[in-house]
Antibody, heavy 122, light 111 residues
Framework: QITLKESGPTLVKPTQTLTLTCTFS??????????VGWIRQPPGKALEWLAL???????RYSPSLKSRLTITKDTSKNQVVLTMTNMDPVDTATYYC??????????????WGQGTLVTVSS | QSVLTQPPSVSAAPGQKVTISCSGS????????VSWYQQLPGTAPKLLIY???KRPSGIPDRFSGSKSGTSATLGITGLQTGDEADYYC????????????FGGGTKLTVL
């Protein structure tokens, strides 16, 4: 059974850097084809994809946030870390991590973590 | 403003059928598989459909997906009150670089 859980601060101040950790079980990020992504959702708004790291350490970022994001993996700890610099109140959102599956050509996110709400406020 | 366009809301009565559209372009839906996600109130999104029209185990056959050209459609038959949720489509977009995109989401109300 695959599970993922996000952890990190619930409150950050404007201009600070946010660091979120996704701790997972049930799969290895050293297995070919596997990936872990981050997605966020401001209150009452739509999902927004942020970043994805693959088993081979290839990385993809949202073009609109690329300059502020860094995604890294620690295969030995079964963790993926997302950092976002220069936080602003508009970055207030629930942040999810999700397992990326692509065994047959297409890919999708399944399952997702429960999410963690991050509020940006002074 | 997402590159994938979904209607903000749809509604239908219990037992009826509803479809939710997801419109894109050749850089996303036109050349990539689409997946659909259901988000019940207060919960994390859950995979409903992958590779345009395949259902994960445990998803009832009341849910179906299709794709034609640069649009995809989620269909739900035999609507139940428990289907009230937000629904999102998603796929890759290749425009200078590869990045994932979600639709703006559709709120389904079962009247």
């Amino acid at each position: 059974q695959i599970t993922l859980k996000e952890s990190g601060p619930t409150l950050v101040k404007p201009t600070q850097t946010l660091t979120l950790t996704c701790t997972f079980s049930g799969f290895s990020l050293s297995t070919r084809g596997v990936g872990v992504g981050w997605i966020r959702q401001p209150p009452g708004k739509a999902l927004e994809w942020l970043a994805l790291v693959y088993w081979d350490d290839d990385k993809r970022y949202s073009p609109s946030l690329k300059s502020r994001l860094t995604i890294t993996k620690d295969t030995s700890k079964n963790q993926v870390v997302l950092t976002m610099t220069n936080m602003d109140p508009v970055d207030t959102a629930t942040y999810y991590c999700a397992h990326r599956r692509a065994p047959t050509g297409g890919d999708w996110f399944d399952p997702w973590g429960q999410g963690t709400l991050v509020t940006v406020s002074s | 403003q997402s590159v994938l366009t979904q209607p903000p809301s749809v509604s239908a009565a219990p037992g009826q059928k509803v479809t939710i559209s997801c419109s894109g372009s050749s850089s996303n839906i036109g050349n990539n598989y689409v997946s659909w996600y259901q988000q019940l109130p207060g919960t994390a999104p859950k995979l409903l459909i992958y590779e345009n029209n395949k259902r994960p185990s445990g998803i009832p056959d009341r849910f179906s997906g299709s794709k034609s050209g640069t649009s995809a459609t989620l269909g739900i038959t035999g609507l139940q009150t428990g289907d009230e949720a937000d629904y999102y489509c998603g796929t890759w977009d290749y425009n200078l670089s590869a990045f994932w995109v979600f639709g703006g989401g559709t709120k389904l109300t079962v009247l």
